[in-house]
């Protein structure tokens, strides 16, 4: 069976309307209760829609359900939309995220706030591990691939002129270094209760390892619950097979775990 999905639309914390998707849990009753799964999107600049989402569709059979919202610099709804998230990381669009989840959770009685997921890979990754120094509202974390420092993500990656673009100037000028640092996850690790699982390839040049190994060293020295799996030969995204059904799996592990704590 595939999941229903339903698209919705709501308005952030500025106004601004923001559209989303809720995969449902398959086998839903009127009187059942669900856990709720934040997916975010990479880029910034891509989106996510009514298609079919492998990884969505498998939460779905554990009678999870998945949000996924096209937050401010998401592509597909006109170039001012996109152009929303410049000079802006980790700030208005994260607010979109939390938006949403306050909306679907408002409108849909059968989700259980007190179980909830966020996982992302790439940008998607950043804005995980963002969010979770942001409010202890989510059970479990799966950042995947994710940048954790923006300073030093500028120094390492093959996109060395990213943030420049992103940014409108290099990090060395107009106090961008300070700024990007006051908007790194790593300046905030010391907020972090999330029990947190890294997902990284090990040959990953846009986003290095590196980034994971930070914010996983640094939640450990803070006393969050963390593990990092590391994919040998992976790059930035998983392209194995058996290695992406073995992260599905401990994906899966991971929020079974921290779903049923109390």
């Excluded at 308005?11 to 009127?30: C, I, K, Q, W």
């Excluded at 997916?39 to 910034?44: F, L, Q, T, V």
């Excluded at 998401?74 to 989840?101: C, K, P």
């Excluded at 409108?107 to 992302?120: T, Y």
């Amino acid at each position: 069976s595939v999941s229903e999905i339903e698209r919705l639309r709501f308005f952030s914390f500025d106004g601004r309307e923001v559209e989303a998707f809720l995969t449902h849990p398959l086998r839903r009753t009127n009187n059942s209760v669900h856990p709720l799964i934040v997916m975010i999107h990479g880029g910034p600049h891509g989106q996510q829609g009514p298609t079919f989402n492998t990884k969505a569709q498998i939460y779905a059979t554990q009678g999870w359900a998945t949000l996924m919202v096209n937050y401010r610099g998401s592509t597909g709804y006109g170039q001012a939309f996109t152009d929303a998230i410049f000079r802006d990381q980790n700030g208005g669009e994260a607010r979109d995220v939390l938006a949403g989840v306050d909306a679907v959770l408002r409108r849909n009685e059968w989700l259980d706030s007190s179980r909830l997921g966020i996982e992302g890979s790439s940008y998607g990754g950043q804005l995980t591990n963002w969010i979770i120094t942001q409010t202890n509202r989510f059970k479990a974390a799966i950042p995947a691939a994710s940048i954790s420092n923006l300073i030093s993500f500028n120094y390492m990656s093959y996109y060395h002129d990213y943030l420049a673009v992103e940014f409108g100037t290099f990090p060395h000028q107009e106090n961008l270094m300070d700024f990007l640092w006051a908007r790194s996850p790593l300046r905030y690790v010391n907020r972090v209760r999330t029990p947190t699982m890294f997902i990284h390839g090990e040959n990953d040049n846009n986003v290095p390892i590196a980034e994971a190994e930070q914010f996983y060293i640094a939640l450990k020295d803070v006393g969050v619950e963390t593990i990092m799996i590391r994919y040998p030969g992976e790059g930035h995204g998983l392209r194995q097979t058996k290695n992406i059904t073995d992260s599905v799996e401990r994906s899966i592990a991971w929020y079974k775990k921290h779903f049923t704590k109390k």
